[in-house]
């Protein structure tokens, strides 16, 4: 029974882990650009962060990045993102796609920093 019980917790403790591995964060922040959720995004942000957009550039405060990128979604109207690389390189973790809005398409680029052992956002930029 013991030996039942070993098995059962060491295979339990495998799939939890599996499932917030590297790449995960990646795939989530993914999904939040595809859907325009800043909300979901905020999740994977670093206390500050950079961010490029046209006629704006700086490092932000996860709070103000949070307010820049909801009135930037809102005023593009996002109708989809379209991946066109991800990879990582020491671990940390990068992703280039095309972010498709209502008033025209933007190459977006995310930097994501391996931090206490998750992923951060540390750089977004958007160029159209």
Same mark, same amino acid.
């Given at each position: 029974?013991?030996?039942?019980?070993? !098995?059962?917790t060491?295979a339990?403790? &495998? &799939?939890?882990l599996?499932?917030?591995?590297p790449?995960q964060s990646?795939?989530?922040? &993914?999904?939040?650009l595809?859907?325009?959720?800043?909300?979901?995004l905020s999740r994977y942000?670093d206390?500050?962060?950079?961010?490029?957009?046209p006629?704006k550039?700086?490092?932000?405060s996860?709070?103000q990045?949070? !307010?820049?990128?909801?009135d930037?979604?809102?005023?593009?109207?996002?109708?989809?993102f379209?991946?066109?690389h991800?990879g990582?390189?020491?671990g940390?973790?990068?992703c &280039?796609?095309? !972010?498709n809005?209502?008033s025209?398409?933007y190459r977006?680029?995310v930097?994501m920093?391996?931090?206490?052992?998750?992923q951060?956002?540390k750089?977004?930029?958007f160029?159209?």
């Amino acid at each position: 029974m013991k030996k039942y019980l070993l !098995l059962l917790t060491l295979a339990f403790s &495998i &799939i939890t882990l599996s499932a917030f591995g590297p790449g995960q964060s990646i795939e989530s922040v &993914i999904g939040a650009l595809r859907n325009g959720n800043t909300s979901e995004l905020s999740r994977y942000m670093d206390g500050n962060l950079d961010i490029s957009m046209p006629n704006k550039t700086d490092t932000y405060s996860k709070a103000q990045a949070v !307010l820049i990128l909801k009135d930037f979604f809102a005023r593009n109207g996002v109708t989809g993102f379209e991946v066109k690389h991800k990879g990582d390189n020491k671990g940390n973790e990068y992703c &280039i796609g095309m !972010l498709n809005t209502k008033s025209g398409t933007y190459r977006t680029t995310v930097f994501m920093k391996a931090d206490g052992g998750k992923q951060l956002i540390k750089e977004i930029r958007f160029q159209p």
